[in-house]
């Protein structure tokens, strides 16, 4: 079997017996177990690293390589992965879009709204408050934080503004 074009992945039989698979140059004309031409020894931690990253990229299910959240870079995938990649990528989206249709929807039904004087109580609660708030907490912590962000949330007219 040839590996990236100079290398081969033998198995072979010599003096009647099966001898283990091993990697040579391409251009390796010793057959023997144990005899290595000059190439294959100087190159044999070199080959040794491309068989095995070879044979690791080979073990990888296609359903990984395929799968939405892959690595794998698409010009290494063949034609029917990505179309099978895309697919699942569509799929996807349509789940993403089907949840937050449900988002909103449940939004929709347990919002509560406030009317004018409730909302302007706790704006004058709120601003009330803020005076207690900054003495009692560094301005680097976190509920004063907190408080800084809710105050102007209630200030906007529109949460888009946040």
């Given at each position: 079997m040839l590996l990236q074009g100079w290398i081969h992945f033998?198995?072979?039989f010599c003096g009647g017996k099966l001898h283990a698979k091993t990697v040579r140059v391409s251009t390796c004309a010793v057959l023997a177990d144990g005899n290595r031409c000059a190439l294959c020894v100087?190159?044999?931690?070199?080959?040794?690293?491309m068989y095995h990253r070879w044979v690791k990229q080979k073990s990888l299910s296609p359903s990984k390589r395929q799968s939405?959240?892959?690595?794998?870079?698409?010009?290494?995938?063949?034609i029917p992965?990505?179309?099978?990649?895309?697919?699942?990528?569509?799929?996807?989206?349509?789940?993403?879009?089907?949840?937050?249709?449900?988002?909103?929807?449940?939004m929709e039904k347990n919002r509560v709204t406030l009317d004018q004087?409730?909302?302007?109580?706790?704006k004058a609660i709120t601003n009330e408050m803020s005076k207690k708030v900054y003495e009692e907490?560094?301005?680097?912590?976190?509920?004063?934080v907190f408080w800084d962000e809710q105050l102007k949330a209630a200030d906007v007219k529109d949460s888009r503004q946040m």
């Amino acid at each position: 079997m040839l590996l990236q074009g100079w290398i081969h992945f033998h198995q072979f039989f010599c003096g009647g017996k099966l001898h283990a698979k091993t990697v040579r140059v391409s251009t390796c004309a010793v057959l023997a177990d144990g005899n290595r031409c000059a190439l294959c020894v100087s190159y044999r931690d070199s080959l040794r690293s491309m068989y095995h990253r070879w044979v690791k990229q080979k073990s990888l299910s296609p359903s990984k390589r395929q799968s939405t959240n892959s690595k794998t870079n698409l010009r290494w995938l063949s034609i029917p992965e990505r179309s099978k990649r895309y697919s699942c990528l569509q799929t996807r989206a349509k789940e993403i879009k089907r949840l937050k249709e449900k988002i909103n929807l449940i939004m929709e039904k347990n919002r509560v709204t406030l009317d004018q004087a409730l909302d302007s109580d706790f704006k004058a609660i709120t601003n009330e408050m803020s005076k207690k708030v900054y003495e009692e907490h560094a301005e680097d912590s976190f509920k004063r934080v907190f408080w800084d962000e809710q105050l102007k949330a209630a200030d906007v007219k529109d949460s888009r503004q946040m």
